[in-house]
């Protein structure tokens, strides 16, 4: 079955490290996301891509970098930059810019 | 500063009644709206979309409908069932826009 896959689901980072959150999607959709969800806010878009080898800031994408290699795979990493990066992450792709999403099952980052 | 905006956090139906979830969004610009459901510490899954070209889609037991004018949409469900008890989030973008903007969500209980 087609779908996206993210891991781990849950995560535990020690202040200073950075850690990195896999996403991978065998649907051959071009498009990819990051969002973070937090207690009471909607989903916030860290990065995102649209084709190999090319991806464009969100709106927090500050202490976080991503890469683009492959179609199928779109890691997120969480730097020491990144100042509170205990939340829920998501990852999604689409099949084209702006068409509907499919969403992982998300990664629980913790900070300990 | 939030686009979409969710402004009922929570919502308790009766099974069998209807349940309608709001959503509001700022941006005039936006033409394409979905709808996602989200269960705890999973991804969110696709629901029902609507274009600004139309002010009504159905699938089933639930219809979203979208007024221009008031920058308002607004998701019915009829009847609710206990298993649509989840996190429901509304989406915007523009066609020629890269991202989709997410309320805050409203968590919908179905009471037995």
């Known amino acids: 079955d087609g779908g996206i896959t993210q891991s781990p689901k849950y995560l535990f980072r020690k202040e200073g490290q950075n850690v990195t959150l896999s996403c991978e999607q065998n649907?051959?959709?071009?498009?990819m996301y990051w969002y973070r969800q937090d207690p009471g806010q909607g989903l916030r878009l860290i990065y995102y891509?649209?084709?190999?080898?090319?991806?464009q800031k969100g709106d927090i994408a500050e202490g976080y970098s991503v890469s683009r290699e492959k179609k199928e795979s779109f890691p997120l990493t969480v730097t020491s930059a990144q100042k509170n990066p205990t939340a829920f992450y998501l990852c999604?792709?689409?099949?084209?810019?702006?068409?509907?999403?499919?969403f992982g099952s998300g990664t629980r980052l913790t900070v300990v | 500063d939030q686009q979409v905006k969710q402004n009922s956090p929570s919502l308790s139906v009766q099974e069998g009644r209807i349940s309608i979830l709001n959503c509001d969004y700022t941006?005039?610009?936006?033409?394409?709206f979905l709808w996602y459901k989200k269960y705890p510490a999973e991804g969110p899954t696709f629901l029902i979309s609507?274009?600004?070209?139309?002010d009504k889609n159905e699938d089933g037991r639930f219809t979203v409908f979208l007024n221009k004018s008031a920058k308002h949409l607004s998701l019915h469900i009829v009847p609710s069932q206990p298993g649509d008890s989840a996190v429901y989030f509304c989406?915007?973008?523009?066609?020629?826009?890269?991202?989709?903007?997410f309320g805050t969500g409203t968590s919908l209980t179905v009471i037995p």
């Open positions: 999604a792709s689409s099949i084209e810019r702006n068409y509907g999403y499919t």
């Open positions: 649907l051959n959709h071009d498009a």
């Open positions: 989406a915007a973008s523009r066609y020629t826009g890269n991202q989709f903007y």
């Open positions: 891509s649209q084709i190999v080898n090319d991806f």
């Open positions: 941006n005039s610009m936006f033409d394409y």
């Open positions: 609507i274009s600004s070209i139309k």
